[in-house]
């Protein structure tokens, strides 16, 4: 049996705890490796070692830091495919969708080739008589983050990227899950110049994950996964003094308006609903059809859609829609759900509970699942079902399908389909959600940008990648500076008395 250790001061390294937790193939329910599970001691001498190391790297300057973001760029392209094979085969998702999560990773990593522009002060000349004012951008020293287990290539990226590039330490907890990617990419780190010890990639669970909260060198804490422990992490690490920013949940509403193109709704709730076994954060789990005409006309459409869709391994080709969930337990959970949708009468129009894929039994497959008349207070729509089941709630005005989405708890993403441009900008406009699609589905936003949800879905002021991210990974120093009157005034030819 593989076992899966960490990434310590430059190279691969056995854990010592005697803790392990079993890495499944989700395709056949397998276990294909054991990742070891660091503990508080393991976590506190690697940080160590990275304040250690952090003090040449922040000093380095951001041109030479940015170079190493360069060739990063080239090497991921480089190991593209070996990086999606190993995703695929940890995390279940097919091939082209592993080199997606892999390619918006690798898109922040190109952006932070631009740190240095990001990384520049403010100055004010002539502040007062004689005096300037400016600002320098500093490194925190060591960042932690803390990553699930449905992006293992882009959320560390995410992470990793602009907290080295602007000069910090970085230790990454990837999800115990799919813990191969991020070791392969600190790998690549190194290939691409990073000085040993910068980058420190330990696996663990919840020991881990408090060691870091709890460790005072440690300055900032970036975590994504569910929202109770979001919320856990957000009020651990706060109360320590850290700066936190935690991303959460999602329950992400489509709202469809009577003028929509209906057929290129249904396509795009498809492909955001059930990609990836709906094992995104921004994964569209809500429709909102307004009106019945809308909503019928719309159920027609989605019915043979999602009948069509192709179940199966990762190995099976290209043309694979989606793939089995990440473990047994996330299967047992959602079929849970979809269980309560049933017996607390919503209208089970496509029903996937009796999924099974020949050759692969034992394999965490979940069939594709549609629900219509949903109500507001069924747990299906309350809860993040996080696989592939549909929830339609039907809302009899514009205003009322607003109001669905404004009262949910969550408010990562959401879009809206329609022609008409006043109702795309009043919603873009009112929604309380952090990112909205106007005829797009699955709205994240490019490197350059930044990503976080509002509500429940994201906890602390800053968002991911784009300007905030350098934001977050730096602290902002003031310099006022008045300089005394100096040899401009004449030299001194005589011999001068010591006055
Ligand atoms: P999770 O919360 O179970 O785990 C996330 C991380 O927290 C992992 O590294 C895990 O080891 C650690 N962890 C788990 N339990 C812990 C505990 N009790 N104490 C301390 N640490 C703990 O999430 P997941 O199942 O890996 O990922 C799926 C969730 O992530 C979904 O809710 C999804 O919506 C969310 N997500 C959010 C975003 C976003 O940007 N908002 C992006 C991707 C995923």
């Known amino acids: ?26 395709a056949t329910g397998d276990v294909q490796a054991q990742v070891a599970l660091a503990s508080t001691s393991e976590i506190d001498t690697a940080i160590a070692d990275a304040a250690e190391a952090q003090v040449k790297w ?10 190493v973001m360069m060739e990063m760029v080239r090497l991921i392209n480089r190991d593209m495919d070996k990086l999606a094979e190993k995703l695929s085969s940890e995390h279940g998702k097919t091939f082209p969708d592993a080199k997606g999560d ?19 002060g403010e100055f004010t000349d002539s502040a007062g008589p004689g005096i300037d004012m400016y600002s320098l951008r500093q490194p925190l020293g060591v960042a932690a983050g803390i990553t699930p287990f449905n992006f293992p290539a882009m959320i560390p990226l995410w992470k990793m990227g602009p907290a080295l590039a602007a000069g910090n330490a970085f230790i990454l907890k990837p999800s115990e899950r799919d813990p191969s990617v991020p070791l392969m990419l600190a790998a690549l780190f190194q290939e691409a110049g990073l000085p040993d010890g910068v980058l420190q990639v330990i696996n663990g669970d919840k020991e881990a994950v408090d060691a870091l909260l709890d460790n ?18 957000y009020a651990r690490g706060c109360a320590n ?11 992400n509403h489509m709202i469809i308006m009577p003028d929509a193109d209906l057929d290129q709704a249904a396509d795009a709730l498809v492909g955001a609903g059930y990609g990836a076994a709906g094992e995104r954060c921004m994964a569209i789990s ?21 009948e069509r869709l192709k179940v199966g391994p990762w190995t099976a080709g290209d043309d694979v829609d989606y793939g089995p969930v990440v473990t047994a337990a996330a299967k047992a959970n959602i079929l849970k759900l979809v269980e309560s949708g049933v017996e607390q009468g919503a209208k089970l129009v496509v029903d996937g509970r009796d999924f ?26 309350r809860k993040e079902i996080f696989g592939p089941v549909l929830s339609t709630v039907r809302a009899q005005s514009y205003e009322e399908a607003l109001k669905l989405a404004m009262d949910h708890e969550y408010g990562n993403g959401t879009a809206i389909y329609t022609r008409d441009g006043d109702t795309a900008r009043d919603f873009a406009n009112r929604v309380n959600v952090g990112m909205i699609g106007i005829n797009v589905p699955i709205p994240v936003p490019l490197a350059y940008h930044t990503f976080g949800g509002w509500k429940k879905s994201a906890f ?25 009157s100096g040899l401009k005034e004449g030299a001194a030819f005589n011999f001068k008395a010591m006055d």
């Open 356 to 381: 099974s894929l020949q050759g692969y039994e034992d394999g965490f497959f979940v069939g594709p699942h549609l629900f219509d008349h949903v109500t507001p207070d069924m747990d299906i729509y």
């Open 460 to 484: 602390g002021d800053l968002n991911q990648h784009g300007p905030d991210a350098f934001r977050f990974y730096t602290r902002t120093k003031t310099v006022t500076a008045r300089w005394p």
């Open 286 to 306: 809500v429709a909102v059809p307004v009106g019945d005409a809308t909503a019928d006309a719309l159920i027609e459409k989605l019915i043979p859609r999602i």
């Open 241 to 251: 003094g850290k700066r936190v920013q935690c991303f959460g949940g999602a329950k």
């Open 1 to 26: 049996m593989e076992t899966i250790g960490h990434w310590i001061n430059g190279k691969l390294v056995a854990g010592t705890s005697g803790r392990f937790a079993d890495v499944f193939n989700p």
């Open 58 to 67: 922040g000093a380095t300057n951001p041109q030479r830091r940015a170079r």
């Open 102 to 120: 892999i390619q918006r990773g690798l898109e922040v990593i190109e952006f932070c080739i631009g740190a240095p522009h990001l990384l520049k």
């Open 216 to 233: 005072d060198t440690v300055q900032a804490i970036g975590f994504v996964g569910s929202t109770p422990i979001a919320q856990y992490i």
